[in-house]
């Protein structure tokens, strides 16, 4: 028990836990932008109707919350020991952010990562203020359901998105997500030991894929909205 507390605290150690919690966030945007592309279909109500089933899950939710918000802070607070670390071992914060190219995996994405978190910190707490608690100028809508009063997400997203303000800022918060994860996805695996000649670009490629779609799948939410509401 106390040998692995010393490995955790070790620099590797700290590295795999980046990298696992880092991997378990990605899993949580994969879910939520499941549900929330409800919203473009023929009912958008579908978004309210999953979001009420949630929120009936009562203190489980809230102990759910809870974790993900610290794995969301701890996975914040060791990329940021991490890169200081390294910065007072290896001081090259004058070199220019550019790409080197084939074969090395240093492109602006993987040397922007701490800026790219800092900009999803910043825009997670803005948009859980905004929809979660509707703070700036929104409400909680409702909507009745079997009877029932639930609160209608879908609504006061659909309302959000038709200021185009309020659009592009989250576009310019999702493209911030498609540098993190572009290089994020990659890097996971290879802290976590995963190297191979045939496997290794394949990860990389998967990574290229998955931060455009996932990325691509959101920014979708506000232009159709917008657009095509
Ligand atoms: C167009 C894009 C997005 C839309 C329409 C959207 C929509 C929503 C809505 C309606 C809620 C409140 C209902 C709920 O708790 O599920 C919510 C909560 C939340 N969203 Fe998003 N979201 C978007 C993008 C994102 C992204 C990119 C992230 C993370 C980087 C994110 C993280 C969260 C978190 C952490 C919560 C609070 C969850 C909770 O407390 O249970 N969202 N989102």
């Known amino acids: 028990m106390t040998q692995r507390l010393v490995y955790f605290r070790s620099s590797v150690g700290r590295k795999m836990v980046l990298a696992l919690f880092g991997l378990g966030l990605l899993g949580y945007l994969i879910m939520h932008l499941s549900a929330n592309l409800l919203i473009l279909g023929d009912n958008p109500q579908a978004l309210d109707v999953y979001a009420h089933t949630l929120?009936?899950?009562?203190?489980?939710?809230?102990?759910?919350?809870?974790?993900?918000?610290?794995?969301?802070?701890?996975h914040i607070y060791l990329a940021v020991v991490i890169t200081l670390q390294n910065r007072s071992a290896r001081p090259d914060r004058y070199e220019r952010v550019r790409d080197a190219g084939s074969p090395s995996k240093k492109n602006f994405s993987s040397k922007t990562m701490i800026y790219s978190g800092l900009?999803?910190?910043?825009?997670?707490?803005?948009?859980?203020?905004?929809?979660?608690?509707?703070?700036?100028?929104?409400?909680e809508y409702t909507?009745?359901?079997?009877?029932?009063?639930?609160?209608?997400f879908s609504t006061l997203v659909m309302t959000s998105f038709q200021n185009p303000w309020i659009s592009l800022a989250y576009i310019v918060g999702l493209i911030w997500v498609f540098f993190h994860l572009r290089h994020g996805f990659w890097s996971a695996f290879?802290?976590?030991?995963?190297?191979h000649p045939r496997l290794t670009p394949v990860i990389y490629s998967a990574g290229i894929v998955l931060a455009v779609v996932i990325a691509a799948g959101y920014v979708s939410i506000p232009v159709i909205l917008y657009f095509g509401g």
Request: hydrophobic residues 65%; proline residues 4%; neutral net charge.
């Open 119 to 139: 900009v999803i910190l910043v825009f997670v707490v803005l948009h859980v203020l905004h929809f979660k608690y509707a703070i700036f100028g929104g409400k």
């Open 190 to 195: 290879q802290t976590l030991g995963v190297h």
């Open 55 to 74: 929120l009936s899950l009562g203190p489980l939710l809230i102990a759910i919350e809870i974790a993900l918000a610290l794995v969301f802070l701890v």
């Open 143 to 152: 909507v009745m359901v079997d009877g029932e009063p639930i609160r209608a």
